[in-house]
C-alpha cells in the first residue's frame, strides 16, 4: 500500500481511513448510478414497480430496451447485496 498511497476507492466501496477506524461507504457509487441511469430527478414510490405491468412497451409506447433495464437491476442487486439494511427493507 505505500507505494500506492492511501486506500480510498475499492470495488466500488469508498474507503475512509481515520485514527479511530476505517469507515465504508457507497454514496459515490449511488449517485454515479443515478446518473447513469439518468434517474436524479425521479420520485420515490412505496412499492418499486406496479404490479401487473407490461415491460414490452413504456408510458408513451415505445418498446423498452431489455439490456438497459438488466444492467440497472444488477447495478442494484449489487447495491443491495454489499449492504445489508438494504437488502432486509427490501427483502
Known sequence: MSMMGELTYFL???VKQLK???FLN????CFDLLKKFKME???EAATPIA????KD??????????????RLIGSFLYLTASRPDI?????
Open 12 to 14: 466500488r466501496l469508498q
Open 20 to 22: 479511530h477506524g476505517t
Open 26 to 29: 457507497q454514496s459515490k457509487y
Open 41 to 43: 430527478d425521479c420520485k
Open 51 to 54: 404490479k401487473n405491468c407490461l
Open 57 to 70: 412497451v413504456d408510458e408513451v409506447g415505445q418498446p423498452v430496451d431489455s439490456t438497459k433495464y438488466r
Open 87 to 91: 437488502q432486509f427493507g427490501v427483502c
